[in-house]
């Protein structure tokens, strides 16, 4: 006898729908899984044997076939070992082939009849709809239920699942409200509170924050650019519903979401170490994930020691930074993961890291600092708007006593700055200054005669590069959003014209 069940599988991002037909004929007996499944699918064979005889569910010792269509769709992970088992007893005559119209199941077996929780249930419940109900294990059952209009139904074992859609056990659809999920607010110990001093580095912060401007933090060991970096997510817009939703399903996907947290209430904040290959920071391996670049989308990618990072890791950044995705291309598929996020990179300045320091004598030659900081190829560090020098805090400012502007007050700015932004943009596909293209320069950043006169100088007389240009003038443009200014007035461009740093040659 034939039966058709319904599963999903995830590829990248995406879940796809999953018919797997399950055939029972006579011969000699064989259990064989066709259409292109990976070696844990194929493990199902066994899980999906024992959890039926262990469960009290007769096993039928004949010919058994199960396809997954569609056959050109690679087929991983252990998710389809419910809608499998659930085929058998179909095929079996066990369960009437109404009782699985219309349903997906996905949900890995355990040999005593357990569901277990898979990856990508949020992907899963999203490629379900409106049309078609979904059981699966009760610990996926809340990030299922983010997806809007998906009937949810958790099922904690197999005879649970066969009692349910014979008709004689009731278990009703789970449901989680999206804006309580998102009114929660995270516990965070990072406020900008604690930072001693560094004025002139938090004021840059918050405009980095305000307009979505990629930071590079120069200065010596013990600075304290660490500690800025982990603060700046602090102080970013809290995430909307669908940002939430699209961060939330990559940390599904790579099997990150914590239990209990069906949907991120916080922007993402990632700091990989600098031995990082590749496939870590960008994405791929065998069985291809997200990186470290999407596992921050929405969120902060924090670089630290970003010199010692691998030159070819370090451009693999280029792409992300200007198109806001990933393309991983292999010869079975081509997968896209979002990846909008801020960079945050911290360096020394020199070798020795006290170059410019007033405490201590830097030790470095001329060619040695350029040579240093050459490992920043140009076009990376084009896409770095605001380079910052963070000085040795003085022991006096140490000792300071009286509390400092703390994360709330500082993200209220950067909310307001944020939502001109949005409304200034509303006919573009721009959500942020940092994303402004070259067009959009003329448009919206319009500048003052007096202004326009002073960024002339300061490329002349600083040496400025000609890239520098257009990023003093979208940080410009995000200074005057927070002095809530239309026209780019003078005072916005002197202090845009300070975070160039690395544009000056060092002497």
Request: with cysteine; hydrophobic share 40%; aromatic share 4%.
């Amino acid at each position: 006898m034939l039966a058709k069940v319904l599963s999903a599988a995830v590829v990248g991002l995406e879940a796809h729908l999953i018919e797997v037909e399950v055939d029972i004929g006579g011969g000699l007996p064989q259990f064989s899984v066709v259409g292109l499944p990976d070696a844990t699918v194929r493990e199902s064979r066994d899980r999906v044997r024992a959890a039926l005889k262990n469960t009290g569910f007769s096993f039928p010792v004949k010919k058994i076939t199960v396809n997954l269509a569609p056959a050109g769709i690679k087929k991983e992970g252990s998710g389809l070992d419910l809608a499998i088992a659930m085929g058998l007893l179909v095929a079996e005559g066990a369960l009437p082939a109404e009782a699985v119209a219309d349903r997906v199941f996905a949900g890995e077996l355990s040999l005593d009849g357990r569901v277990k929780p898979v990856s990508g249930a949020l992907s899963i419940a999203l490629a379900c709809g409106p049309k078609h109900a979904l059981l699966l294990p009760p610990e996926n059952a809340a990030e299922a239920a983010v997806a809007q209009g998906v009937s949810v139904h958790p099922v904690r074992t197999l005879p649970e699942a066969v009692e349910f859609l014979r008709g004689t056990q009731t278990i009703p659809s789970f449901e989680v409200d999206r804006g309580m999920l998102l009114a929660q607010e995270p516990g965070d110990d990072e406020d900008f509170a604690d930072v001693k001093g560094q004025d002139h580095a938090k004021r840059a912060m918050e405009i980095a924050a305000a307009g979505g401007h990629n930071v590079l933090l120069i200065g010596p060991p013990g600075a304290g650019k660490t500690m800025l970096a982990r603060r700046l997510p602090g102080i970013l817009p809290p995430l909307g519903l669908d940002e939430a939703i699209e961060a939330s399903r990559v940390h599904s996907v790579a099997g990150l979401l914590k239990a209990g947290q069906p949907l991120l209430r916080a922007r993402p904040f990632r700091s990989p170490h600098h031995s990082i290959s590749d496939a870590g920071l960008v994405g791929g391996g065998t069985v291809p994930k997200p990186g470290e670049v999407s596992l921050a989308h929405c969120g902060v990618l924090f670089l630290d020691e970003i010199l010692e990072f691998k030159r070819g890791v370090l451009e693999g950044l280029r792409q992300p930074l200007e198109d806001g995705t990933v393309v991983l291309t292999r010869v079975s598929a081509s997968l896209t993961y979002p990846a909008r996020f801020m960079l945050v990179g911290a360096m020394n300045p020199c070798p020795c890291g006290y170059y410019g320091d007033r405490t201590k004598q830097c030790l470095c030659t001329l060619h040695q600092i350029r040579r240093y900081r050459s490992r920043l190829s140009g076009p990376l560090l084009d896409r770095l708007d605001i380079h910052l020098e963070v000085p040795a805090v003085p022991i006096r400012e140490l000792d300071r006593e009286g509390r400092n502007e703390s994360s709330i007050v500082i993200r209220t700015r950067v909310a307001r700055a944020r939502a001109r932004q949005v409304a200034r943009y509303t006919k573009e596909r721009v959500h942020c200054n940092a994303q402004l293209k070259p067009r959009h320069l003329k448009r919206y950043c319009g500048i003052t005669s007096a202004a326009k006169d002073l960024l002339e100088q300061a490329m002349t007389k600083l040496g400025l590069s000609a890239r520098a240009y257009g990023r003093i003038l979208r940080v410009a443009r995000t200074i005057a959003d927070l002095a809530d200014s239309e026209p780019i007035e003078v005072a916005h461009v002197a202090e845009a014209v300070q975070y160039r740093a690395l544009d000056r040659v060092p002497d």
